[in-house]
């Protein structure tokens, strides 16, 4: 289940990328789209198997309420937007492979909330993931970025947006779960940016077979089904499991991109590619570790 999720995730990614190559539409269009049309249907979805009291009880605490449009319109706004910016200014695999350095802000974002130096396993997390960033967008070369510099600002401006995203809703998540704070948010955030991005001004006398097919696949091949398939799949998994079988989400991004779409990725950029999924597999496993630890701990009592 976790590695159907991270597919999808990954191919809904691909899909935005034709979308923008095939349409005239700017990023605040598609994302207004997506987040509308997946916490609508979450919502819905929630509502019929385990009712709407059930589905609505996020807003019945004032304080709650401030943090989840907080998260809606901060987090998961920004993760969405930044992702298909970068997408939009360069491919789905460079726009993946950046996001996925967030757990690097988070490691940067706990050192200096505690004023301790990371950990041997963090540093060489950390270095591994520089020098991916280097070789990825430089190709080896100090003189030239292989990819545009809208496009790389819009992946780190994501990644940091992911640190915010896992960090900031721990305590709404525990309280409500996350099909309701996930749903409402989408719903927040698409709101919001329809404001300054309405899907109604979308030019939709392009519309063929190709686009609708494109949009139902990001909305529900790449929101929906690997959302819950993901979440299913911690019933039989720890998170930091999970984690490492999330990592097929940047691999299939990289393979489906320079295979299928013939985007061009030189050896040098897939080392950077390489650095930077190994770099999150050993915070991964680290998290893996501390689990079956505490795991071993609890059954000898």
């Known amino acids: 289940m976790v590695l159907c999720a991270a597919v999808c995730w990954a191919l809904s990614g691909i899909a935005a990328q034709l979308f923008f190559q095939h349409f005239a539409a700017a990023p605040g269009i598609l994302v207004s789209i997506r987040l509308l049309s997946a916490g609508v249907i979450m919502i819905l979805l929630q509502s019929l198997i385990q009712g709407t009291k059930n589905a609505f009880s996020v807003w019945s605490h004032k304080k709650d309420r401030l943090t989840l449009l907080v998260f809606g319109l901060i987090g998961m706004l920004g993760v969405q937007y930044t992702f298909f910016a970068a997408i939009h200014h360069g491919n789905a695999a460079t726009a993946t492979l950046l996001q996925y350095l967030g757990p690097i802000f988070i490691i940067v974002y ?139 989400e940047p691999l299939t991004a990289v393979l489906v991109t320079t295979v299928f779409l013939h985007t061009p990725m030189d050896p040098v950029q897939l080392l950077g590619s390489l650095c930077i999924i190994v770099s999150v597999l050993v915070l991964a496993l680290r998290s893996a570790r501390k689990d079956a630890s505490g795991a071993d701990k609890t059954a000898s009592g």
């Not at 004023?115 to 080896?140: C, D, K, N, Q, V």
């Not at 709404?172 to 309405?198: C, E, Q, T």
């Open 110 to 248: 706990v050192s200096l909330q505690f004023r301790r130096m990371p950990g041997s396993r963090e540093l060489i997390a950390f270095l591994l993931a520089l020098t991916g960033i280097f070789f990825m967008t430089t190709s080896g070369s100090v003189d030239s970025l292989t990819i545009t510099l809208e496009a790389f600002i819009w992946g780190i401006l994501s990644a940091i947006a992911a640190a915010f995203y896992t960090l900031f809703p721990a305590k709404l998540l525990k309280a409500w779960g996350p099909v309701s704070v996930v749903g409402w948010s989408m719903v927040i955030g698409g709101v919001g940016l329809s404001l300054f991005h309405p899907p109604w001004f979308f030019d939709w006398s392009q519309g063929s077979l190709l686009l609708f097919a494109l949009l139902a696949f990001i909305v529900i091949v790449g929101t929906i089904t690997p959302f819950y398939l993901f979440l299913d799949s911690l019933r039989f998994v720890t998170p930091a499991q999970a984690s490492i079988l999330g990592s097929a």
